[in-house]
């Protein structure tokens, strides 16, 4: 197994990726495991949500309980996948602390289980959290571990800190046992500094304001903040003085039908018409652009550190995963 390399997050064996809905959070989290995996490391990346996410990522059939090969990253490496079941989690636990896997099934049968981890949502959430972290602490016979990091593609930032926090709770509500213990040990984990919790975002003004609620609950419960993953984001096909004068209404369509004239594009009227409807999508992206701008400062008063990842033209398939991997490693965030 290869050392860590020297990154931002060295010290950090369990990410948690986490964002709004539609902000691109399981890709990031995909890519985050591909790039924390190349140059020969061995990475898991985990889903909770029973969306079966992963495996459409990478174009897999849906993934079984059970940790299994999906991508080997660049310069070599290997990521895991592994999507969590509630009810065969509750079974693994029963058998864990109470050597009863056998009545666990019966407790199935008797619907037991689904009554458990369905009106006590808080168990379902110590259950997928403790089989992550377990990951994480798992040791092989030479005494190393496993996995060197472990990605967790989380529930949305709206209830992070509670998914993260539940543990703490039970731990408070079991004074003794099995139970009061293994929630001791996950809440050791996530509370530790193997740990960060990753916010992705877009620079919208939804996904921006969910994001810094998000970082300011985690912070409330005590819990480890990692980075701000800006998804999605163009680059201005304008110079910067273009901009400035088209966010002002100063934009000239003039001067556009004289660059039309002397490209050879059009003339006469038709020039002028295309100028106008050109000069209508300058001011719209200079306007965009601005709204982005304001965005960005307002992430930056969070005061985490951020990365940009790029908008895939050809959307998200297998290669675009990788690039984003890259951008992540040439950012020094793996």
């Known amino acids: 197994m290869v050392?860590?390399?020297?990154?931002?997050?060295?010290?950090?064996r369990l990410h948690v990726v986490t964002g709004k809905g539609g902000t691109g959070k399981t890709t990031v989290a995909a890519a985050l495991a591909l790039a924390l995996a190349a140059g020969g490391r061995k990475v898991l990346l985990v889903e909770v949500e029973g969306r079966?996410?992963?495996a459409q990522i990478f174009d897999l059939p849906p993934l079984p309980y059970e940790e299994r090969k999906v991508a080997v990253a660049p310069s070599g490496g290997d990521v895991y996948a592994l999507a969590v079941d509630p009810e065969e989690a509750m079974l693994e636990y029963i058998e864990m602390f109470y050597g009863m896997?056998?009545?666990?099934?019966?407790?199935t049968k008797m619907g037991i289980v689904d009554f458990a981890t369905t009106v006590a949502p808080g168990f379902r959430d110590v259950l997928v959290t403790g089989k992550t972290t377990e990951a994480v602490r798992r040791r092989g016979?030479?005494?190393?571990?496993i996995y060197d990091a472990v990605v967790l593609d989380a529930p949305p930032t709206g209830r992070i800190?509670?998914?993260l926090n539940v543990t703490q709770e039970v731990a408070g509500l079991a004074k003794v046992g099995p139970i009061k213990n293994h929630s001791e040990l996950v809440n050791g984990v996530v509370k530790s500094r193997e740990t960060a919790v990753h916010l992705v975002t877009l620079l919208e003004e939804m996904p921006v304001q969910e994001t810094l609620d998000g970082i300011g609950e985690l912070r409330s419960a005590g819990l480890p903040t990692g980075c701000i993953f800006i998804n999605m984001v163009r680059d201005s096909l304008?110079?910067?003085?273009?901009?400035?004068t088209a966010v002002k209404a100063r934009f000239d369509p003039g001067e556009l039908v004289l660059g039309l004239k002397a490209a050879g594009v059009a003339d006469g009227a038709q020039a002028v018409a295309m100028a106008?409807?050109?000069?209508?999508e300058v001011a719209e992206h200079a306007h965009r652009t601005e709204l982005?701008?304001?965005?960005?400062?307002?992430?930056a008063g969070a005061g985490l550190k951020s990365y940009d990842l790029p908008l895939l033209a050809d959307g998200v398939d297998l290669a675009g995963l990788y690039e984003l991997a890259e951008s992540i490693r040439t950012q020094g965030a793996a």
């Open 3 to 12: 050392e860590s390399p020297d990154t931002d997050w060295t010290d950090v």
């Open 52 to 54: 079966q996410g992963i």
């Open 101 to 107: 896997r056998r009545a666990g099934r019966a407790l």
């Open 141 to 145: 016979k030479n005494g190393r571990r």
């Open 161 to 163: 800190a509670r998914f």
């Open 238 to 244: 304008l110079p910067q003085a273009a901009l400035d």
């Open 276 to 280: 106008e409807a050109l000069a209508e």
């Open 292 to 299: 982005e701008r304001a965005e960005r400062e307002s992430l």
